[in-house]
């Protein structure tokens, strides 16, 4: 009898297919409305995230040690209180924003939350199915550590723990300790945690820093393990996550993105700007604006040797006044900000060069005053999009608008991306500049013709590498395997985003099929590495970037800035 040979699965072809297990299984689970993390449907979830075993989340897998730096990523993007909620909705914009109800952010997501009482909390969702994604991840290796701490907490015959019955004590009091009780505290609180004395307290004073967002480590600990414990002793009080029909049946309609677009049009049309050359770049909200204004505005309060030092300067919490100065001069010379109310969330900044003084521009910026004054170039900030929220931005950004007997197509002359990636081939602080995108999971494939080369950015102490890009459908779905294979095989990519794909899906199908814009218009991609996933201790869970970011952040603008005005 003949039997064919079938080699065993490597690890990178593992984590694939726990990756599409795992979106084939939340997108079930949305389109039915609700589950239970731990009935079947959530169960199923939770083993393909053990066997990808993803970076980001570290000892997810250790049955007794709760992951700290993990939990410290995960709580920075969810909303303040959760851990104690067993019911967690996810609504659109639904008129939540009109309640009594107080508005929760979370420190690195741009999401409204809200705590509606004692058990629930509502999310609301309008970055489409990328965010959707990226919650359910978080609050899947939420729940998986609050058993962990519901585990460690019972021994036999199930007795609390005594470091359990102290723990509640300090809930009951405040939840503070003074600060010479605090080392016994987190000795109680590591051995909840399975984690030595040392990690415990690292861990509580990560979560001190952004002690407005969140609740400090010894109510999120209690908050997660009481939850749990809940479930297991008392019926009828399971965790759930439900999804609103206004949320299905809204994903995916650009309903949002429509009227963060038709506004910003409407605003340009307004403002008899319609056939100025325009540029779009998609970038933070402070680097364009510092790098064109900030010279000029503080040249009388205060000296920096050179962009990179005044941008530093400004970043620091005590430098207030003197950003609100940069924004007073910037307003008054050709800068007009668009909030958002409709959505999305990003923040629009539009620049009228015709207003800006050329004379006065840092020469750091090589540009030709004379080109700034015959052309008038109008620059289109917009801020971070997420996931798959930069296709529905960008591609209602670049239709035509259509407004009554109002007729135009943008002169949208070039498009500019920079972005924070992980790099695979260098280290925090590093330069990506992509050759093409790839889209992680599909066989869409995206080369391009960057406008930006490792040339443009020598010499100026920043290590640059060129290559395919990765657009990965989450950063929390990724392990060394997956990225070493695209890395190390004829892939050759040098980093992961998670917009690249999407923005060029959308700039490609303008250009070259709906003709919205010109075939040849100018293209810049440029990212830096916020994280390297490759290496133990530099993934994002392990802390932010801080003041690494500055230069990279600055030379892409400046480079971008001078593509356009020189």
């Given at each position: 009898m003949n039997t064919e040979y079938s080699p065993p699965l490597t690890r990178a072809q593992e984590s694939r297919l726990a990756i599409e297990k795992l979106y084939i299984t939340m997108r079930h689970l949305f389109n039915r409305g609700f589950y239970k993390p731990s009935g079947v449907s959530g169960e199923e979830i939770r083993q393909?995230?053990?066997?990808?075993?993803?970076?980001?989340?570290?000892?997810?897998?250790?049955?007794?040690?709760?992951?700290?730096?993990?939990?410290?990523?995960?709580?920075?993007?969810?909303?303040?209180?959760?851990?104690?909620?067993?019911?967690?909705?996810?609504?659109?914009?639904?008129?939540?924003?009109?309640?009594?109800?107080?508005?929760l952010v979370p420190a690195k997501r741009r999401r409204n939350?809200?705590?509606?009482?004692?058990?629930?909390?509502?999310?609301?969702v309008t970055n489409g199915r990328s965010?959707?994604?990226?919650?359910?991840?978080?609050?899947?290796?939420?729940?998986?550590?609050?058993?962990?701490?519901?585990?460690?907490?019972?021994?036999?015959?199930?007795?609390?723990?005594?470091?359990?019955?102290?723990?509640?004590?300090?809930?009951?009091?405040?939840?503070?300790?003074?600060?010479?009780?605090?080392?016994?505290?987190?000795?109680?609180?590591?051995?909840?945690?399975?984690?030595?004395?040392?990690?415990?307290?690292?861990?509580?004073?990560?979560?001190?820093?952004?002690?407005?967002?969140?609740?400090?480590?010894?109510?999120?600990?209690?908050?997660?393990?009481?939850?749990?414990?809940?479930?297991?002793?008392?019926?009828?009080?399971?965790?759930?996550?439900?999804?609103?029909?206004?949320?299905?049946?809204?994903?995916?309609?650009?309903?949002?993105?429509?009227?963060?677009?038709?506004?910003?049009?409407?605003?340009?049309?307004?403002?008899?700007?319609?056939?100025?050359?325009?540029?779009?770049?998609?970038?933070?909200?402070?680097?364009?604006?510092?790098?064109?204004?900030?010279?000029?505005a503080l040249a009388e309060v205060t000296s920096w040797d050179n962009l990179y030092d005044l941008a530093y300067k400004l970043s620091q919490p005590a430098q207030q006044e003197l950003r609100q100065q940069v924004t007073e001069f910037a307003e008054a010379h050709?800068?007009?900000?668009?909030?958002?109310?409709?959505?999305?969330?990003?923040?629009?900044?539009?620049?009228?060069?015709?207003?800006?003084?050329?004379t006065k521009l840092s020469p750091e910026i090589a540009h030709d005053p004379v080109l700034i004054q015959e052309t008038q170039p109008l620059l289109l900030v917009m801020d971070y999009a997420f996931g798959e929220q930069a296709f529905e931005t960008m591609d209602e950004l670049l239709k035509p608008y259509d407004h009554g007997d109002e007729s135009f197509a943008l002169n949208v002359a070039s498009i500019s991306i920079m972005g924070k990636a992980g790099i695979l081939t260098g280290d925090k602080g590093d330069l990506m500049i992509p050759t093409s995108?790839?889209?992680?999971?599909?066989?869409?494939?995206?080369?391009?013709?960057n406008d930006f080369s490792i040339a443009d950015f020598?010499?100026?102490g920043v290590d640059a590498y060129e290559g395919a890009m990765i657009t990965v459908l989450g950063t929390s779905l990724q392990n060394k395997d997956?990225?070493?294979?695209?890395?190390?095989?004829?892939?050759?990519?040098?980093g992961l985003e998670m917009e690249g794909a999407h923005y060029q899906k959308a700039i490609q199908s303008h250009a070259k099929i709906r003709g919205s814009v010109q075939p040849g218009i100018k293209v810049r991609y440029a990212y830096y590495a916020s994280d390297n996933p490759l290496l133990t201790g530099a993934t994002l869970a392990s802390g932010s970037l801080g003041t690494l970011g500055v230069k990279p952040t600055y030379l892409i603008t400046m480079k971008c800035l001078e593509k356009i005005l020189g």
């Amino acid at each position: 009898m003949n039997t064919e040979y079938s080699p065993p699965l490597t690890r990178a072809q593992e984590s694939r297919l726990a990756i599409e297990k795992l979106y084939i299984t939340m997108r079930h689970l949305f389109n039915r409305g609700f589950y239970k993390p731990s009935g079947v449907s959530g169960e199923e979830i939770r083993q393909a995230l053990l066997t990808l075993r993803p970076e980001i989340y570290g000892s997810v897998n250790d049955p007794q040690r709760v992951e700290l730096d993990g939990l410290v990523y995960v709580m920075d993007r969810l909303p303040k209180g959760i851990e104690a909620c067993r019911v967690i909705t996810l609504v659109s914009r639904e008129g939540f924003e009109h309640s009594r109800f107080p508005v929760l952010v979370p420190a690195k997501r741009r999401r409204n939350c809200y705590r509606v009482d004692n058990e629930q909390m509502v999310i609301e969702v309008t970055n489409g199915r990328s965010e959707i994604y990226d919650i359910l991840t978080h609050l899947t290796f939420l729940f998986m550590e609050a058993d962990k701490i519901r585990r460690n907490v019972f021994i036999e015959r199930g007795n609390k723990l005594r470091e359990w019955e102290k723990l509640e004590a300090i809930i009951q009091s405040g939840g503070t300790v003074k600060e010479d009780e605090q080392e016994l505290a987190l000795m109680y609180l590591s051995s909840i945690l399975g984690r030595t004395f040392e990690e415990t307290q690292q861990a509580y004073h990560r979560f001190a820093e952004n002690a407005g967002t969140n609740n400090g480590l010894f109510q999120i600990v209690y908050g997660l393990g009481c939850v749990s414990v809940r479930e297991i002793q008392e019926k009828k009080v399971d965790r759930e996550i439900n999804f609103t029909p206004m949320l299905r049946e809204r994903v995916g309609q650009h309903l949002y993105g429509e009227r963060w677009a038709t506004r910003i049009k409407h605003y340009i049309q307004t403002n008899g700007w319609q056939n100025r050359p325009i540029h779009i770049i998609s970038a933070n909200p402070h680097s364009v604006v510092n790098c064109l204004y900030a010279p000029a505005a503080l040249a009388e309060v205060t000296s920096w040797d050179n962009l990179y030092d005044l941008a530093y300067k400004l970043s620091q919490p005590a430098q207030q006044e003197l950003r609100q100065q940069v924004t007073e001069f910037a307003e008054a010379h050709g800068l007009h900000e668009l909030e958002d109310l409709g959505g999305t969330n990003l923040l629009v900044q539009v620049i009228d060069t015709a207003q800006l003084d050329a004379t006065k521009l840092s020469p750091e910026i090589a540009h030709d005053p004379v080109l700034i004054q015959e052309t008038q170039p109008l620059l289109l900030v917009m801020d971070y999009a997420f996931g798959e929220q930069a296709f529905e931005t960008m591609d209602e950004l670049l239709k035509p608008y259509d407004h009554g007997d109002e007729s135009f197509a943008l002169n949208v002359a070039s498009i500019s991306i920079m972005g924070k990636a992980g790099i695979l081939t260098g280290d925090k602080g590093d330069l990506m500049i992509p050759t093409s995108h790839i889209f992680e999971g599909t066989a869409d494939n995206y080369p391009l013709e960057n406008d930006f080369s490792i040339a443009d950015f020598a010499g100026f102490g920043v290590d640059a590498y060129e290559g395919a890009m990765i657009t990965v459908l989450g950063t929390s779905l990724q392990n060394k395997d997956i990225l070493s294979y695209f890395k190390n095989s004829s892939w050759k990519a040098v980093g992961l985003e998670m917009e690249g794909a999407h923005y060029q899906k959308a700039i490609q199908s303008h250009a070259k099929i709906r003709g919205s814009v010109q075939p040849g218009i100018k293209v810049r991609y440029a990212y830096y590495a916020s994280d390297n996933p490759l290496l133990t201790g530099a993934t994002l869970a392990s802390g932010s970037l801080g003041t690494l970011g500055v230069k990279p952040t600055y030379l892409i603008t400046m480079k971008c800035l001078e593509k356009i005005l020189g």
